[in-house]
């Protein structure tokens, strides 16, 4: 279902002057599923990701964002899926809900042989 945001219209009367009463008509929008994170501002707080072995490839949600060490920028209270990867070495991953001064240490496996 979609979320209905409805504003406000606004009116500006001015009594007693030659001005006529001005009326700005303001419509209702809506927001998809998914997407209310994004229709609201929220603070942003940022993160230190360490790993061993160094330079791993670092992704949130499936996007490339860098080698570790590293320090990002991200929403705070909005769940997020880190992963990082190395050849020679298993993937790690994890869900976090960010929060300022957060510092995640990753320990990768090697792969098998």
């Not at 303001?26 to 603070?43: L, N």
């Not at 769940?79 to 190395?86: A, E, F, N, S």
């Amino acid at each position: 279902m979609l979320t209905r945001i409805l504003l406000i219209t606004l009116f500006l009367a001015i009594t007693n002057s030659s001005f006529a009463q001005v009326r700005v008509p303001v419509t209702p929008f809506e927001v998809s599923p998914g997407f209310e994170r994004y229709a609201t501002c929220q603070a942003k707080g940022k993160i230190e990701v360490v790993s061993t072995p160094d330079r791993c490839d670092l992704e949130i949600d499936g996007v490339y964002k860098g080698s570790t060490p590293i320090t990002i920028e991200l929403t705070q209270g909005v769940v997020v899926k880190i992963r990082l990867t190395k050849a020679g070495y298993l993937p790690w991953e994890k869900a976090v809900e960010p929060l300022p001064g957060m510092r995640i240490s990753a320990e990768l496996e090697k792969k098998p042989n």
